[in-house]
């Protein structure tokens, strides 16, 4: 009897390194995850990740179609991993070559962000659509840009670095060594730096004025907004505009039909959305008014990372046989 | 004996229309132009283009093969051109309509910066590349996107409006109706506007001061530039400064190899691009350093226009038969 064909997705995270495996329609049949820093050695964690996942190919009597690794700073068109500042390996890693030795199949890499995107193209939020950006608000801003049904990955393969883009010329110091990128604003980071700026700039009455700022979280935030703290709340509206003038040059970029929301901030949920959607129509260009939606993600928090990576293999080698 | 096949290239401006008949290979048999204004009804106008350039078709003995054109706010999708503000005809027209029934043949329309970039990347500073960004800088600031080999038109068709990317979120008012957008500054007029501000902000001597600020232009800026005058040079350093944050912000949406500048301000040469390749220097996130190149136009400034709705339909129809 032919063998059922299935898919490993893998997400390799600076603290955890999470994989499954899915079939074609991205069932997750199987899936695990541990500490990214268990191994010192890339090549020895490559070879321990690849062949704890053989195994369980092996024991599931199913035939391993393809591989798809979302990572940091990956690169889709050289396979490896450059300089990625979250993770404990230095300089540039060969993820790929690497990771084709030991699977004997075809292993497709990119960053995290894409494989996201991907994830929501195959099996969420933008099934069907052709032109979507998506965003991740975790403790950076990813992005993920889809044009014509496929991932934009440019000249260098880099392509679709929207936590990036310069809000602010001489704004907040970034971790990419520039200043007033997206990121140090609309992230959960961002909206922490925010915070404590408003408590400074704010006369109001704020109970997160007994915290010490270290213990400051974009969740304790939320917490507060939800009780009408002014300054929580203050917090999120600039948030969300820096959100909403990023978002509305994105549109007049590539005019998506989408932006979809994922990651800690986005669960804010309406703290965010609201405001954002308001700041989003005062600040849109005329002739794209009402042409795309803000939509969260489609793909369970716990799976999404898995199911982008699964997708990145699904759609390099799933339209294969 | 067969006829040789050609392509007609229309480039509907505010003041003038331009067209002309070439060859697969970009080369002009026949151009000429009119003042667009010369008729005030849109179908009298498509009508009497039209059946001058079947004539000149019927003259030449050649065969029409495709027809491209490109003007302001058309719409590739549609083929309607959609409430231009600087034409006479009011509305959507419905511009591929019109031209498909007199010409018989494969119409293709788009807009002005949009045929600009595919003409670049047949005929002039783009060709062999698939990732590129055209800039043109005249009284606004037009841009045609290349991601991957092909014009990117998004959701709606009118992707790659880099133009009306904000800079400064209340910054100038802009005639789109918003504020701040990059040709408010970095444009023929935002350079005007710019020299005026900074003719109130610096002490500096000027022979700009002796002018109305209504006869302020970008050549006489330039002018005065070459000659060491300083707020003439701080313009071009503001505007240099502006365009290149405007460009890392591109560049890390979709990493491309070459921005290519063309346009009335982009002929000021050295002025422009020395500030910028600082700026540029400045504001690059380290890992596209490098990465691309800003290069002029490779068009001749006469036939740029005329090449690249050619281009729009050679890329549409040359590959048939």
Redesign the interface.
Known sequence: MKKAKVFAGIDIGGTNTAWGITDISGKIISKSSFKTRSQNDFSVFSSELSSTILKEVEKLGVELAGVGIGAP?ANYYTGNI??AANLQWEGSLPLRTLMEEKFKTKVTVTNDANAAALGEMLFGSARGM??FIMLTLGTGVGSG?V??G?L???????????G???MV?GGRECG???EGCLETYSSAVGIVRTTSQLLAEMRAESSMRKLPPSELSSRIIAQNAEKGDPVALEAFNFTA?MLA?AI???V??????AIILSGGLARAGKLLTVPLEKHIND?I????RG??RVIPTGLPESDAAILGSAALAISETGKLD
Do not use: W
């Not at 934009?152 to 929207?162: D, P, V």
């Open positions: 700073n450059e300089q052709k032109n840009i044009c014509d496929k934009l990955y440019g000249h260098t393969g880099f392509a679709g670095e929207l990036h883009v310069i010329a990419c060594g520039r505009e003038i509305t040059n994105a007049v970029f590539s005019s998506p039909e600040y260009m005329p002739v794209f042409s795309f």
